[in-house]
């Protein structure tokens, strides 16, 4: 058992999990926390959230002086990862490259355990620069030798969110109309960052090793339904529309010849309509935690006076 006052050690840490990640470790009692990230407005908005955690601004792509945080660390997160790109070798470099760096200052330390934030993906129909790079990312976790826990969340949301269901309640808010793709019935597993956060502590303090856990929000709700859901909880007027399928990938990609990093892209609709149904664990007799109704989830993540105003940049 992992004693709480020992030294964790998060990378990717100003990113949407890390964010929430350390609001709930704190919250339970951890109290030497290390978070290293390159994103500078991210990581301002952790240190002005929490300056008793300590900070480290970098890119673990690159082998360098934030490699000697995780001296004395008795376990390291590993939650960076490129989700959204256009460009192949990003993914690449942030998925994989990235990790090598990681292992090897990881090994060099000595550092006992690591918990490794994989992705549904990787057992998902899609395929993608995403999914094969955290595919790839994943297996070189597996096949390092060292301790470790595997956890492979699905579409993930909740406080600070800049994309997915974040970007959608704002874009909602701001719109008198709201287009959905075809009927909008494609089927969704969303996961609430906080309870997917309480399942990471768990792993933390228990050290499981070797053990690789599909993590799937107890809610299978259709797109369609978890839009309706967020215009409820916002109390919001805007009129959904529903289009043609193939007219909304074609304003996806036109969209993207403006966007430099996009909310939404093409190859993320063609995800959102794969027919993916994933199985996962009980989260309450593996973890202890029990998930949040969806409803409640989606009016804390957004309706919350502490959290639901601030977001992160991508």
């Not at 909740?158 to 494609?186: C, N």
């Not at 935690?289 to 919350?304: G, I, L, M, N």
Request: charged share 25%; net charge neutral; proline share 5%.
């Amino acid at each position: 058992m992992a004693d709480k006052h020992s030294k964790i050690v998060i990378t990717g840490a100003a990113g949407l999990v890390g964010q929430n990640l350390i609001v709930e470790l704190k919250s339970q009692g951890f109290t030497q926390l290390v978070a290293i990230d390159k994103h500078a407005y991210n990581m301002g908005i952790l240190r002005e959230l929490h300056p008793d955690v300590v900070t480290i601004e970098a890119d673990v792509a690159v082998p360098g002086p934030w490699e000697e945080a995780f001296a004395g660390a008795s376990c390291v997160v590993q939650l960076h990862a490129q989700i959204t790109s256009k460009f192949t070798e990003e993914f690449v470099r942030n998925n994989i490259d990235a990790t090598r760096v990681v292992l090897d200052a990881f090994k060099r330390h000595n550092v006992p355990y690591m918990v490794h934030i994989s992705s549904s993906v990787v057992v998902s129909v899609a395929n993608d620069d995403y999914t094969n790079t955290k595919k790839a990312q994943e297996k070189l976790v597996v096949e390092s030798g060292i301790r470790h826990t595997v956890l492979r969340p699905t579409l993930m949301f909740g406080w600070f969110d800049p994309k997915h269901f974040g970007w959608l309640s704002r874009f909602m808010a701001k719109t008198p109309v709201f287009p959905i793709p075809g009927d909008g019935r494609y089927m969704r597993q969303p996961l609430y960052e906080r309870d997917f956060c309480r399942c990471i502590a768990d792993c933390i303090v228990r050290e499981r090793n070797g053990e690789v856990y599909d993590v799937v929000g107890d809610t299978r709700i259709d797109y369609v339904d978890i839009i309706h859901t967020i215009k409820k909880a916002k109390g919001l007027k805007t009129l959904i529309v529903h289009i043609p399928y193939g007219f909304f990938g074609f304003l996806l990609r036109v969209y993207a010849l403006f966007s430099g990093k996009p909310p939404f892209t093409e190859s993320q609709l063609k995800a959102l309509s794969a027919g993916d149904d994933f199985k996962g664990v009980d989260t309450q007799a593996v973890f202890g935690v029990r998930q949040t109704p969806f409803a409640d989830a989606v009016r804390e993540s957004y309706c919350d006076p502490r959290y639901s105003a601030i977001v992160l940049k991508r």
